[in-house]
């Protein structure tokens, strides 16, 4: 259980961090596009090189391909649902952020304390969930200061957030301690999914709108350092 919360205040510490920037400092919208772009390239080598291939590995194709569209199609439906609640709230960018945040952490981490289950524990997996908060919740902060947050409320909120997805860590792992090897492939897969459709749907797309044309090295650059944190 230490490694997995060790491994979950890690990956969290991104938001309570990029939170306190964020509230002291706005960055410019092209330079949060590209760490976007950034954190994209190494959840993609995470997703290709670690994720994946362990669930093929532990249950075989059919089982970790069907997780995979599974959880995809459960961030679609979620997401869905959300983007229609939160367009009603004009002017709430910085909740709608954390809102994503949340919805697309809780399965990655899950992932991250499955993968400490599989192989030990994922650094790959570590470095991009790092990487894909630290922007988001800079950005997030920075929406809610200007629309009138106090900056200890916006800290202690993306804080929380930070707890709840280091909480889904430790869950990943002791929930699934006593299930077979085997059955694991599914829901690592079906985490997979959902992070790939996060990609899809929310990452790439506004890394491409605000970071053109230095976004395209970003993600080339992520996806290489996620790629040797592998062991290439």
Not at 84 to 113: C, H, I, M, Q, Y
Not at 177 to 192: D, E, K, N, S, T
Request: glycine fraction near 12%.
């Amino acid at each position: 259980m230490l490694p997995a919360l060790v491994f979950g205040l890690i990956g969290s510490s991104a938001l309570v961090l990029g939170s306190a920037v964020g509230s002291f400092w706005r960055p410019p919208v092209r330079l949060s596009a590209v760490l976007l772009a950034f954190a994209s390239g190494t959840l993609i080598s995470a997703l290709a090189f670690e994720l994946f291939p362990a669930a093929v590995e532990l249950g075989g194709l059919w089982p970790a391909g069907l997780g995979l569209l599974a959880g995809a199609a459960a961030f679609v439906l979620v997401d869905t649902w959300l983007d229609a609640r939160v367009s009603k709230r004009a002017g709430e960018v910085g909740f709608a952020l954390l809102a994503a945040v949340t919805l697309d952490g809780v399965p990655e981490n899950l992932a991250l304390g499955v993968s400490l289950l599989a192989d030990g524990g994922s650094l790959t997996l570590l470095v991009a969930i790092f990487a894909s908060n630290l922007p988001e919740a800079l950005v997030g902060a920075g929406e809610m200061r200007r629309s009138g947050k106090s900056r200890a409320f916006t800290i202690g909120i993306w804080a929380l957030a930070a707890v709840l997805l280091t909480a889904a860590v430790v869950v990943g792992r002791v929930l699934l301690a006593r299930v077979a090897m085997r059955h694991l492939a599914f829901p690592l897969a079906f985490a997979g999914g959902a992070v790939l459709a996060s990609l899809a749907d929310t990452l790439m797309p506004e890394a491409f709108e605000h970071g053109r044309p230095l976004n395209a090295l970003a993600t080339a650059a992520g996806f290489f350092l996620s790629f040797v944190l592998a062991g290439g």
